[in-house]
C-alpha cells in the first residue's frame, strides 16, 4: 500500500505481513513514515493506492469502528486529549469503550478489573490520584493499563518512552516485555528510534526509511553492523547490552 498526499508521497508500496501474536518493532529517522503508517493500522488514515488488511478486516469491507475496538493504542500524543482531573482508573476504564472521557454506563465489576489492570502494569498506587499530578512515567503507564482494558488483538506503542528517563523508560520497558509473556498477550507494534529499547520479545524488526521499507525480517538478521550501516547511511559503533540488547551510536 502507499500513501500520497498531494505531490508528496508519504509511503511507498510497503508491503508487510504480521503473524498472528507476532511481536514487531520498527525503527527509523524522523520524517520516516512510522507514525503515519501506524496510523493507517489503526484506521486513522487510509492509504490512496493497495490493499490493506488488518485484523482479517479488508478497508473498505469492514466497520472501522469496530475494528479499532481491537486495537490498542499508546502514544505520548494521545496524552494531550485525556482530561487532566479524571481519576486515574476512569481513563483506564475508558480504554474499553475506546473514548476519550466515560459517557457510558459502566458497572462496579468493570471498574474493578481496571484497577486489576492498572494493578497488574504495577500501578496499584495509583489508584485514586488524579491523572495531572503524575510524573510522565507514570502517565504512559496508565495509558497502557487503558489500552489493555479493551482486551486488544493488536497493540501499537507509538514511540512510548518519548520523555522518560534512564529508569522510568527501564521499568516501562520491562512492562512492555511482561505483556509479551501473557497467555492471551496481543500482537505488539513496538516504534522506536532507538536499537536499546528493543526488549527480546521483538523477534522481528522492520527498518523503515524515507516511506519505504528498507528491509524486514528476524531481528538476528536485521540488527547486524553491516544492516544498520547501509541503513543509516553512515558510519555507526554497537554495544551490546547484556546478551540480548544492541545500542548503536554514531561513530
Known amino acids: 500500500m502507499s500513501l500520497?498526499?498531494?505531490?508528496?508521497?508519504?509511503?511507498?508500496?510497503?508491503?508487510?505481513?504480521?503473524?498472528?501474536?507476532?511481536?514487531?518493532?520498527?525503527?527509523?529517522?524522523?520524517?520516516?513514515?512510522?507514525t503515519t503508517m501506524l496510523k493507517i493500522i489503526h484506521g486513522d488514515l487510509w492509504p490512496s493506492e493497495g490493499q490493506m488488511e488488518v485484523l482479517g478486516g479488508i478497508f473498505g469491507h469492514t466497520s472501522i469502528p469496530e475494528l479499532t475496538k481491537r486495537i490498542g493504542w499508546v502514544s505520548t500524543a494521545l496524552q494531550d486529549w485525556l482530561h487532566p482531573g479524571d481519576l486515574v482508573e476512569k481513563i483506564v476504564l475508558s480504554g474499553k469503550f475506546a473514548s476519550i472521557g466515560i459517557y457510558e454506563q459502566f458497572t462496579k465489576a468493570e471498574l474493578e478489573r481496571a484497577k486489576e489492570i492498572l494493578s497488574e502494569m504495577g500501578g496499584a498506587k495509583l489508584i485514586g490520584k488524579s491523572y495531572r499530578v503524575l510524573s510522565q512515567g507514570e502517565?504512559?503507564?496508565?495509558?497502557?493499563?487503558?489500552?489493555?482494558?479493551?482486551?486488544?488483538?493488536?497493540?501499537?506503542?507509538?514511540?512510548?518512552?518519548?520523555?522518560?528517563?534512564?529508569?522510568?523508560?527501564?521499568?516501562?520497558?520491562q512492562r512492555v516485555a511482561k505483556i509479551a509473556t501473557m497467555p492471551k498477550s496481543p500482537a505488539l507494534l513496538f516504534v522506536s528510534h532507538y536499537t536499546e529499547e528493543l526488549m527480546p520479545c521483538f523477534q522481528n524488526v522492520?527498518?523503515?526509511?524515507?516511506?519505504?521499507?528498507?528491509?524486514?525480517?528476524?531481528?538476528?538478521?536485521?540488527?547486524?553492523?553491516?544492516?544498520?550501516?547501509?541503513?543509516?547511511?553512515?558510519?555507526?559503533?554497537?554495544?551490546?547490552?547484556?546478551?540480548?540488547?544492541?545500542?548503536?551510536?554514531?561513530?
Not at 498531494?6 to 512510522?34: C, M, S, V, Y
Not at 528498507?214 to 553512515?234: E, M, N, P, V, W
Request: glycine residues 8%; aromatic residues 6%; proline residues 4%.
Open 4 to 34: 500520497q498526499r498531494g505531490q508528496r508521497q508519504i509511503l511507498k508500496h510497503i508491503d508487510w505481513t504480521i503473524q498472528p501474536r507476532e511481536n514487531w518493532a520498527i525503527l527509523g529517522l524522523n520524517g520516516a513514515g512510522k
Open 139 to 173: 502517565r504512559q503507564l496508565v495509558m497502557i493499563a487503558r489500552a489493555m482494558m479493551a482486551e486488544p488483538e493488536l497493540l501499537i506503542l507509538d514511540e512510548p518512552c518519548n520523555g522518560l528517563d534512564l529508569f522510568a523508560r527501564e521499568a516501562l520497558l
Open 206 to 251: 522492520l527498518l523503515l526509511k524515507d516511506g519505504t521499507v528498507f528491509q524486514q525480517g528476524k531481528r538476528d538478521d536485521i540488527l547486524t553492523d553491516d544492516t544498520l550501516s547501509h541503513f543509516y547511511a553512515a558510519p555507526i559503533q554497537t554495544a551490546r547490552i547484556g546478551t540480548d540488547r544492541l545500542a548503536v551510536y554514531p561513530r
